[in-house]
T-cell receptor
Framework: GAVVSQHPSRVICKSGTSVKIECRSL??????MFWYRQFPKQSLMLMAT?????????EQGVEKDKFLINHASLTLSTLTVTSAHPEDSSFYIC???????????FGQGTRLTVV | DQQVKQNSPSLSVQEGRISILNCDYT??????FLWYKKYPAEGPTFLIS?????DKNEDGRFTVFLNKSAKHLSLHIVPSQPGDSAVYFC???????????FGTGTQLKVEL
């Protein structure tokens, strides 16, 4: 199947700093990428949907100024957690799909710990 | 508000037997349902899906059943194999939209 690579897989950062997470589709062009967050013992929650070349659409309750999403090319989307706080510590995972008629493929996720 | 629920956090089954994973939903607008499988340190992998116009979809050892009136779906794996041991997520979406709503997952362990 198609491969989505997410980097880094783990990151620890200090409170107040920013962290960038990359999501790449390695063998296909992704018109749409999705960013999810998962807190312990909870389900994956969609944060935002991004289409290449346009602004991301954020879900209700997700601060767009805090979670900056860039989808500058058909193979790369980035999520930047700005001014991170300990409560932002979570598992962040992206997915990417070719078009509306195909299922999305997930990256392996990024474990963010803010200390 | 958990719109997709997987009430069993874990399930243990013997190799060769049937594994049945259950999922309930509350939003009647959901019309497309998916199952994903996740190994540790990997992202979820799409397994099988079903549209609300069907009540069953089969793919090899995997069958998904949908009971719309009960707002319930289940994933059957038969025969279960040790390599099936993973976390299984149920997900749903509505009206051809992008948003997938996930359950909390069920950890399946297939024992020898």
């Amino acid at each position: 199947g198609a491969v989505v690579s997410q980097h880094p897989s783990r990151v620890i950062c200090k409170s107040g700093t920013s962290v960038k997470i990359e999501c790449r589709s390695l063998d296909f062009q992704a018109t749409t990428m999705f960013w999810y967050r998962q807190f312990p013992k909870q389900s994956l929650m969609l944060m935002a949907t991004s289409n290449e070349g346009s602004k991301a659409t954020y879900e209700q309750g997700v601060e767009k100024d805090k979670f900056l999403i860039n989808h500058a090319s058909l193979t790369l989307s980035t999520l930047t957690v700005t001014s991170a706080h300990p409560e932002d510590s979570s598992f962040y995972i992206c997915s990417a799909r070719i078009d509306r008629n195909t299922e999305a493929f997930f990256g392996q996720g990024t474990r963010l710990t803010v200390v | 508000d958990q719109q997709v629920k997987q009430n069993s956090p874990s399930l243990s089954v013997q190799e060769g037997r049937i594994s049945i994973l259950n999922c309930d939903y509350t939003n009647s607008m959901f019309d497309y349902f998916l199952w994903y499988k996740k190994y540790p340190a990997e992202g979820p992998t799409f397994l099988i899906s079903i549209s609300s116009i069907k009540d069953k979809n089969e793919d090899g050892r995997f069958t998904v059943f949908l009971n719309k009136s009960a707002k319930h779906l289940s994933l059957h794996i038969v025969p279960s194999q040790p390599g099936d041991s993973a976390v299984y997520f149920c997900a749903a979406k509505a009206g051809g939209g992008n948003k997938l709503t996930f359950g909390t997952g069920t950890q399946l362990k297939v024992e020898l």
